[in-house]
């Protein structure tokens, strides 16, 4: 293909143009694009789960509770569809919590509650409404044929303690994980809080190069590019360890002396053809290994040991004491009791079991076993048995006594063949019931025993230090070096295969970074330009410096100032940096390929001057035609400045009540807010006069003064009047018609240049030219609204018609400009 000629295959989905490329290189081998191929199969985000949206997804209705600065459950209500929508807010009214729900949501994460300061783990719930937390959204999936409906909730006190689940329409609910989401979450981010707006260009060199290249979409390249990386390891180890082995075995064999088994195994491993493998393995599995043969029964040997002689003789003396404790006590009276006492227990007993026969079973002699006879021997046994007591201490003396002896004949479940007798006839010792045998039997088995253990330990104990422990460690050696070896042959066609494989990933990877690099650039290059407004500094293009997998790697902004070429983050504004930082953020979450159709933007007018924010609306103008943009301030430059340019804009505004109880309403526009308070007051029926005569008149001030503001943008934006010195000029009139000089003479300027200027420009002029266009109840109008800021104040008789009057002629003052 000529080089001037453009690829065809650079505009397929980038799983077809990687198969188009394998299909049509001639010199990769089969083996290395079948790795190429295996690699990307199991690449991270290779495939969209199942019942991923194929269409953007775009955000409806919001519902938080009980989060950050959030109480009981509040809504923003959002239109699902491109546009710009502002949600405006003083500090402390809860926007903010509404942008890090919305992040938090789809993430389960934001910079806020996740950071390192020990304190934001306790500031995620709301104090005043810590018993539910969670956040809802409706969302609009291009395809589907109604909302899903996005829900995290939270079960612990842990701000990881959430889990999020999905529900589409005709697919059930599945955890988010599970939504196919992930992969683009990261690479396509729509959430830019002021935190990571520092980030952006404050981060590490690290941190930046990856915040850009993530948007470049090559992770599926990338993630295949690592598993290739991590195969060449594998195989690379595996020969590594091999090479650094062998100097060690050689050694070992050497050491090992004139052993005939060591100079075989010298002469296998050296052979020129390769290692003799039959050789090796006889010589290894001809020697036992540690758990098996004679080392491990000189070992088993070694330990012995016998049972402990000073228990065996304790108890042997005891149940010796108690056989010569019985012995005396037989023939005595107490034996005799004993024996009488169990006569006549068997005679009780039978006359217990023949109650009709009174005759004596022995002797014959009638009428003696009668119930007489029995109560007597009742009384007789009770008398010998307590005299039979020591009788029946004795006998049981003896029965503990050969128990605790039984107990401690136990035999190990393992012991040496050589003790295999003394061991069994110790052990018969469990199985002996008469007293003296047992006595005399365990004594003597026991002695015999421990003195056998002692012999056979000892003993192994002088084998065990002559054995050769030597050949048995370069056997192991030996073995661990030949399985290494015979890894290395198998593995050399597939580490061939992998190294060719790596090397064509990695450029196709460098080939398609730098052409989405250039798009990322020209897209960059394009915001700056509106955002740089009256700034000296030219953007250069952006560039990556590293790869994915480098220790070092750093992204390159650079700069020229007047013509003068200089590191961007050392000559740049706070604002000049924000606004960089924008032009970094915005082309990553507006790429086509995205799932989200939204951008949801935390605070990002902080620090730019007036012509950035007009430029700031521009860009998300632009942006808001093809994506729903969500931005989230307390700067009212931004909504004054989408008016001034008569952009497009939707504004909503958040104020926050007592515990937390926030409120999101549609209007913010200033001129019907100062009308909207006034008309409430004038409905006020127990309102105080003073309050109707001086406060009511300097709302309808406010109202007009704020249409006059418009205008006065409006008209001399037009004129090509710098937006910094309109706003210096409204900035430094504090009087109406002053500000109605601004909006109503634009050809006058607002400084000391040659020519028509404000300050030349007269009340009378003013009240004239009001007149002409508006009609001259607007001069008086403007007289009366005037005379509120006086201590006498404004009397009314018809306070609503007076505000209505007001209404009217700000809506006439505006209509030439802007409406919302």
């Not at 009791?337 to 005679?347: I, K, N, T, Y």
């Not at 295999?420 to 052990?427: A, F, L, Q, S």
């Not at 992998?498 to 064509?504: D, G, K, R, Y």
Request: charged share 25%; hydrophobic share 40%; with cysteine.
């Amino acid at each position: 293909m000529d080089a001037m000629e453009p690829d065809p295959t650079h505009a397929l989905p980038l799983p077809d143009l990687v198969e188009a490329r394998l299909a049509a290189d001639t010199k990769l081998s089969v083996a290395a694009k079948a790795l190429v191929r295996e690699a990307l199969g199991g690449s991270e985000g290779a495939e969209s789960p199942a019942g991923t949206a194929a269409g953007p997804v775009y955000l409806g209705k919001v519902t938080v509770t009980g989060f950050r600065g959030v109480g009981s459950q509040a809504r923003l209500n959002l239109r699902p569809k491109p546009g710009v929508t502002l949600v405006v807010g003083r500090n402390g009214s809860g926007k903010s919590s509404f942008a890090e729900a919305i992040e938090t949501l789809f993430t389960g994460t934001n910079a806020h509650c996740a950071g390192g300061h020990p304190s934001h783990a306790v500031r995620w719930r709301n104090l005043h409404h810590g018993e539910t937390t969670a956040v809802e959204a409706k969302l609009a999936v291009e395809g589907d044929p109604s909302p899903s409906t996005l829900t995290r909730t939270w079960t612990g006190d842990a701000f990881t303690d959430s889990r999020a689940v999905l529900k589409r329409p005709g697919q059930g609910v599945v955890p988010l994980e599970q939504s196919g989401w992930e992969q683009a979450m990261r690479a396509h981010r729509p959430f830019l809080s002021y935190a990571d707006l520092g980030n952006m260009i404050n981060g590490k060199p690290a941190e930046m190069y990856d915040n850009v290249a993530a948007i470049l979409g090559l992770d599926h390249l990338n993630a295949a590019a690592r598993r290739l990386a991590a195969v060449k390891k594998e195989l690379e180890d595996v020969q590594k360890a091999e090479k650094e082995k062998k100097p060690l075995l050689h050694a070992a064999l050497e050491n090992a002396g004139h052993d005939d088994r060591a100079l075989r195994a010298l002469m296998a491993m050296d052979e020129k053809g390769g290692p003799d493998y039959a050789v090796l393995d006889a010589l290894i599995s001809g020697v036992p290994t540690a758990d098996e043969g004679r080392l491990r029964e000189a070992r088993l040997e070694a330990d012995a040991q016998g049972p402990d002689l000073d228990r065996i003789g304790a108890a042997v003396d005891t149940l010796r004491r108690a056989m010569a404790d019985a012995e005396d006590l037989k023939g005595s009276a107490a034996a005799d009791a004993h024996s009488r006492a169990g006569l006549l227990q068997a005679a009780l007993r039978h006359s217990d079991r023949h109650a009709d026969e009174t005759a004596c079973p022995v002797c014959g002699t009638e009428q003696v076993l009668d119930r007489e006879w029995s109560r007597r021997a009742e009384a007789e046994v009770a008398a010998l048995l307590q005299e039979a007591e020591a009788v029946r201490k004795a006998e049981a003396g003896v029965r503990d006594g050969m128990r605790a002896l039984h107990d401690l004949v136990h035999v190990p479940r393992e012991f040496p063949a050589a003790l295999t007798g003394p061991w069994r006839e110790w052990g018969e010792c469990r199985r002996i019931t008469e007293p003296a045998e047992l006595a005399e039997r365990a004594l003597r088995a026991a002695v015999t025993l421990a003195d056998a253990c002692d012999v056979v330990a000892r003993a192994a104990g002088a084998e065990l230090a002559a054995l050769d422990e030597r050949w048995r460690e370069v056997v192991g050696l030996l073995a661990e070096w030949t399985t290494l070896h015979r890894e290395v042959v198998a593995a050399k066609p597939r580490k061939t295969a992998a190294n060719a494989a790596h090397t064509w990933i990695k450029n196709l990877t460098t080939e398609i970074r730098d052409l989405r690099l250039n798009a990322f650039a020209g897209h960059t290059q394009r915001i700056w330009e509106k955002l740089r407004q009256q700034s000296s500094v030219d953007l250069k293009p952006v560039g990556l410096h590293g790869t994915e997998r480098a220790t070092v790697r750093k992204l390159i902004l650079d700069v020229t100032v007047d013509d003068t070429k200089a590191p961007a983050l050392g000559v740049m504004s706070q604002g000049e940096l924000h606004s960089l930082a924008l032009s970094l953020f915005l082309p990553r979450a507006a790429t086509a390929d995205s799932p989200f159709g939204f951008v949801v933007i935390d605070d990002p007018v902080q620090s730019m001057d007036p012509a950035k924010v007009d430029g700031l609306a521009q860009v998300l103008d632009e942006l808001g035609r093809d994506r729903q943009v969500v931005v989230f301030t307390h700067d009212t430059r931004l909504p004054h400045a989408f008016r001034s340019q008569g952009l497009p804009v939707t504004v909503l505004k958040v104020e926050r009540g007592e515990r937390s109880r926030v409120k999101v309403t549609d209007d913010t526009d200033p001129v019907r807010e100062a009308v909207s308070d006034a008309m409430a007051l004038a409905k006020t029926g127990d309102c105080p006069e003073a309050a109707l005569r001086n406060v009511l008149p300097s709302l309808c001030r406010e109202a007009l003064a704020q249409a006059f503001v418009e205008v006065a943008w409006v008209s001399r934006r037009r004129a090509g009047e710098p937006a910094e010195e309109i706003q210096e000029a409204v900035d430094r009139t504090d009087r109406l018609l002053g500000l109605a000089a601004l909006a109503l003479f634009p050809e006058a300027a607002s400084d000391d240049a040659d020519g028509l200027t404000l300050a030349s420009v007269t009340d009378d002029e003013v009240r004239a030219r009001l007149g002409a266009l508006y009609g001259q109840e607007s001069v008086a109008l403007i007289r009366q609204c005037q005379r509120g800021a006086h201590p006498s104040g404004l009397p009314l008789t018809d306070r609503v018609g007076f505000v209505r009057r007001i209404e009217a002629l700000t809506e006439k003052i505006r209509k030439p400009g802007v409406t919302k």
